[in-house]
């Protein structure tokens, strides 16, 4: 088991340091630069290099990349060229509801998935396999963005129930709270786990029907377990390999993916602070949003591994 996980630990290191050499290469190779956004077109050479000097864009690129990981790893970061703040504050603050949008979307799409691939699976071939999986279908093939507006239209717009978009705060000094902040999410989170849960359905029938036709299925039915016993207790768990795989891909897609539909519903999450950096060519705010939204789909991945690792002995023991 401490060489499984060592070997983890190391793949997870060497993953993160290649991800932060191509952020860093990525964004410099962009044309122009930050200078001449922040200072417009009128301004004269001699104010952009003064601008350059300030912001520490005249120095060589392997200089600045080493000044950037070393400022990470101490937990340094450098101002926002827009807001004039860490970027650890404006990306902690974003978090607080990008993290609880991506954590309740993927809680939702977990139950609806697991339920509905184990009853399409137990009822393989029957009238409710197929319904379950045409549902799914047309899960996958409804864009997250257009159920997120057709969302609005019905339960802001005509039944008013909740409200079109913004978001209250988890402070009640603020005129949040934690009701009013759970309300202001519950519509982006149903618009990004109907997706989500259409994919992760049609994985698991696939997973829990092929585990179903194992020997040991039929000698715990031979005991004296009933079907719905053999299903929860053993073949779903036997099943969760491959559906482990995609939760985890899926609850990164989650954090990554929330652009869109924070825009359409006004939140101000990661999705927003993204679309707005690179709006105001913020390079500082979008190098270190996409190292953290990189290093998140790292360490799920290493958190999935070791969740391998608990549910099947086989993987330690090899």
Known sequence: MGLFLLRRAATFLITLAVASVVVFSVLELLPGSAAEVILGDTATPESLAALNARLGLDRPPLQRYLAWVGGLLRGQTENSLSYDTPTAELIAQRLQVTLPLAVISMLLA?????????YAAARHHRLGDVGVMAASQIGIAIPSFWFAILLILVFAVKLQWVGAGGFPGWSEDDGG???????ALVLPAVALAVVQAA????????????VMREDF????RAKGLSRRQA????????AMIPVLTVMGLQFANLITGTIVVENVFVLPGIGR????????RDLVVV??????????VVLVNFVVDLLYALIDPRLRHS
Not at 204 to 209: F, G, Q
Not at 231 to 238: A, I, Y
Not at 273 to 280: D, M, P, S, T
Not at 287 to 296: F, K
């Open 110 to 118: 977990v139950a609806l998935a697991l339920a509905a691939g184990v």
């Open 177 to 183: 709270g934690l009701v009013p902040g759970l309300k």
């Open 273 to 280: 602070l993204v679309f707005q950096a690179i709006a105001n």
């Open 217 to 220: 299925v039929r000698t715990a």
């Open 287 to 296: 190098r270190d949003v996409v190292m953290l939204l990189a290093a998140t």
């Open 231 to 238: 299903l929860w207790r053993h073949v779903l768990r036997n």
């Open 199 to 210: 994919i992760l359905a049609r994985v698991t029938r696939s997973a829990v029907l092929e």
